[in-house]
């Protein structure tokens, strides 16, 4: 249930908000390189920092942090999204499904997954490739050629 509460948010924010996704799509991204290039690392440093944290929990504020929380704050001050109608919408639907596939495994390990979690968590995984490639095509349509809701 949790999965299908955080996509369904995230997908009701996009819809409603239409802001541009191109360029927090990619910090998203970028986010998620740089955690997997040293997230553990800052968390372990952070962790011998802050007498009483647990390095999980210092892990996880991390990811969230760079894959989720910056990447949002970017949305929320975005311009207008140049993309219209259908296309819009697909963006923002894959924007949405990128982002839960990302956050899903710290997810996992903070809140207890019921069935319908598993399930959704396997059609991620299932579509994790296809919905990158998707995604980061219409990241880049978004912020190369529209700028403030404007053809160039």
């Not at 996704?21 to 997230?39: D, E, H, N, S």
């Not at 440093?45 to 760079?66: C, N, R």
């Amino acid at each position: 249930m949790v999965l299908a509460v955080a996509l369904a948010a995230l997908l009701l924010l996009f819809i409603l908000v239409r802001h541009n996704v191109g360029v927090p799509f990619l910090a998203m991204i970028a986010g998620y390189a740089v955690y997997q290039a040293w997230g553990l690392e800052a968390a372990r440093a952070l962790a011998d920092w802050l007498p009483g944290a647990q390095i999980h929990l210092v892990d996880y504020a991390i990811h969230f942090a760079l894959v989720l929380g910056f990447p949002l704050l970017l949305y929320m001050r975005a311009g207008k999204s140049g993309l219209f109608g259908a296309i819009r919408i697909i963006e923002s639907v894959v924007f949405a499904i990128v982002l839960v596939i990302l956050i899903a495994d710290p997810l996992s390990s903070i809140f207890a997954f019921d069935n319908l979690a598993y399930d959704i968590a396997a059609w991620l995984a299932n579509i994790r490739g296809i919905a990158m490639l998707v995604g980061i095509s219409f990241a880049y349509v978004d912020a190369f050629l529209f700028h403030s809701g404007k053809v160039w």
